[in-house]
């Protein structure tokens, strides 16, 4: 088991920044990727992006691609999505997830998630 707990949201003008953090426990975090989704009021739950076990590897959707930067530090179990140049279309509830695997934590089939994390940008 692992659990996941975000933290960071919360709201900011257009244009601004805000860095988010996913804490685990459990167990062997560097033994797991990791990704970021979000999901907005009406919305379907979509990927932002993705990290490898060791971050070596990252990959990002089109919209944030050049805006978020995914990172993790392995000896604080924390992974991060720093977010600049925030727009309001960026409003929305942000989870973390993690799997053993890379490609479920693309497609959201992987095994864990936080709870959520809320992040809205102001106009």
């Known amino acids: 088991q692992v659990q996941l707990v975000e933290s960071g949201g919360g709201l900011v003008q257009a244009g601004g920044s805000l860095r988010l953090s996913c804490a685990a426990s459990?167990?062997?975090?560097?033994?797991?990727?990791a990704g970021w989704f979000r999901q907005a009021p009406g919305k379907e739950r979509e990927f932002e992006a993705a990290i490898s076990r060791s971050g070596g590897s990252t990959y990002y959707a089109d919209s944030v691609k050049g805006r978020f930067t995914i990172s993790r530090d392995n000896v604080k179990n924390t992974v991060y999505l720093q977010m600049n140049s925030l727009k309001p279309e960026d409003t929305a509830v942000y989870y973390c997830?993690?799997?053993?695997?890379?490609?479920?934590?693309?497609?959201?089939?992987?095994?864990?998630w936080g709870q959520g994390t809320q992040v809205t940008v102001a106009s």
């Open positions: 997830t993690a799997d053993p695997n890379l490609s479920p934590v693309e497609d959201g089939t992987s095994d864990y």
């Open positions: 459990g167990r062997t975090f560097s033994r797991y990727a």
